[in-house]
């Protein structure tokens, strides 16, 4: 009877020996991706180039250097500002040749700092890329200009006083001296040549209103001057940053061995452990901004996802759409959410033969929002199990 009883105890201490041991094998494993995603920064840029002033006379008389220094912060992909400080020369003209002096022309000085809006439309339709060698955009401002040294004009008007007018557009009644300060808004568009992660060489076109005394001659509407400029852009601090992307939700498979049950003590009854449960496979598949074609990196996964319902045919898979929350609106954002979870349903029961039965969509548009770093969250979720 002892020895019965010395059994039944050893036997007690295995299980529980072997039970500890399988739950330490379980220990989740998570394997990561990590994407390149956009960090906020700032910048800085010099340009110069030239500069044409609306006007009467030839386009080459009104035409002037011009130079700009800059400085800005780009907030997300898509949108940032900037401080640029516009300077150099400016004409003016006027066609007096029905006086016989022909056509004249003035030149005078500014500096015109604005505080200017930026869009990068690039990716804005086609979604960040980090090493994307060309990016495009616009951008909408407004300041002040500072006109000084307007001499010419002062000297010109002195010599036609006294003469006959017949046009008042000509007399130069708004003539200024001195220095003027008047409001100026601006458009325009750039273009952003990628040479590497920090420095970029860009093109910049953008037409500039002050008001109608800024050349000297009245004419009922604003005065205008454009700027052509060509320069160079450094980008500052940590422009992009490294994030983890988990391919597969950690998973614990636990091993569960029952409490031996004792019936009477000649006998010892020990339940076989049971089936081990079937691991659920997750997917993230991300797309671009506005964007819902799947690409060839995260196709692998859509094909993970139809090997794993191959391998289990008893089991299903959720599909669900998302979209980000800073850019477009909720109303948009539910329709990219629904593409996004259509498309890889479509993919799975179209071109891999999943059964429609086994495929659950769902879309959350932008209410839920996965992950911290907004641009992750232009995904569709699928979990299998």
Not at 53 to 71: P, R, W
Request: glycine share 8%; charged share 25%.
């Amino acid at each position: 009877m002892k020895l019965k009883k010395i059994f039944m105890t050893a036997a007690l201490l295995a299980g529980c020996f072997t039970a500890s041991a399988q739950q330490q094998q379980a220990a989740p494993q998570t394997a990561k991706d990590s994407i390149e995603a956009f960090n906020p920064h700032w910048y800085v840029q010099a340009q110069i180039g030239g500069q044409y002033t609306l006007g009467e006379v030839k386009f080459g008389d009104l035409l002037s250097g011009n130079f700009q220094l800059s400085g800005g912060y780009n907030f997300t992909p898509v949108w940032g500002l900037r401080l640029a400080i516009d300077s150099w020369q400016s004409k003016g003209g006027t066609d007096l040749t029905y006086l016989g002096l022909g056509e004249k022309t003035w030149k005078y000085y500014f500096i015109a700092p604005t505080v200017d809006v930026t869009c990068d439309l690039t990716n804005w339709i086609l979604g960040y890329k980090a090493d994307r060698i060309f990016n495009f955009g616009l951008l909408a401002g407004m300041g002040v200009n500072i006109g000084w040294d307007n001499d010419e004009a002062c000297e010109l008007k002195a010599q036609i006083l006294g003469m006959p007018f017949t046009d008042p557009a000509h007399q130069m009644s708004e003539l200024w001296c001195g220095t003027k300060a008047r409001f100026v808004g601006r458009v325009g568009a750039y273009a952003d040549f990628r040479v590497s992660r920090r420095v970029s060489l860009g093109l910049e076109v953008n037409c500039n209103a002050t008001s109608d005394h800024y050349n000297s001659k009245k004419a009922g509407n604003a005065d205008w001057y454009f700027n052509a400029l060509a320069g160079v852009k450094v980008r500052l601090g940590k422009v992009n940053k490294k994030v983890a992307v988990e391919k597969q939700e950690p998973v614990v498979v636990e091993k569960i061995i029952e409490k031996v049950v004792e019936k009477p003590v000649e006998k010892i009854v020990i339940k076989e452990p049971e089936p081990k449960k079937r691991e659920t496979l997750r997917r993230d598949i991300f797309f671009t901004l506005r964007g819902s074609d799947v690409s060839r990196t995260e196709m692998a996964k859509v094909e993970d996802v139809v090997a794993y319902l191959n391998k289990y045919p008893e089991a299903r898979v959720a599909v669900t759409g998302y979209a980000d929350r800073r850019t477009g609106n909720p109303k948009i954002n539910v329709g990219y959410a629904e593409k996004r979870a259509q498309v890889i349903a479509n993919l799975l029961t179209g071109r891999f033969g999943i059964s429609p039965t086994r495929v659950i969509v769902d879309s959350k548009g932008d209410t839920v929002q996965p992950y911290e770093q907004n641009d992750l969250n232009r995904v569709t979720i699928c979990i299998a199990e």
